[in-house]
């Protein structure tokens, strides 16, 4: 077992506790999931290389373990995985730049 594998079964095992203090909400969660996962406009591998930069824009350890074990699953390359990872650097990168003018514009405003 390893620090990813661990994490994802702990939140399988753990999610039970969330289900059981609401209900309510982790079957719309799970609703919206499927819905999701239903939609053919673009393939399971490509959605798990989304959510890969998504996970890693947003910091969320979970969400790594659970789409690179989806991505895996799914046929993604370690290739296409770092690319996805990649990819959410330079939204990163990007980001901070463009707050960077912020900051500037900021300081001529003053």
């Known amino acids: 077992m390893s620090q990813w594998t661990d994490m994802l079964k702990g939140i399988q095992k753990d999610s039970a506790l969330l289900k059981d203090a609401n209900p309510t909400i982790i079957e719309a969660f799970n609703a919206v999931r499927e819905a999701g996962h239903k939609n053919d406009a673009i393939d399971a591998k490509t959605r798990e290389l989304i959510a ?14 659970s789409h690179v074990y989806q991505a895996k699953r799914a046929g993604a390359t370690a290739e296409e995985v ?16 463009t707050k960077s003018i912020d900051v500037m514009r900021a300081y001529e405003e003053f």
């Open 82 to 97: 770092a690319a996805a990872a990649g990819t959410a650097m330079l939204i990163g990168i990007g980001s901070a730049y």
């Open 52 to 65: 890969i930069g998504v996970a890693v824009a947003l910091h969320c350890e979970g969400c790594i373990a």
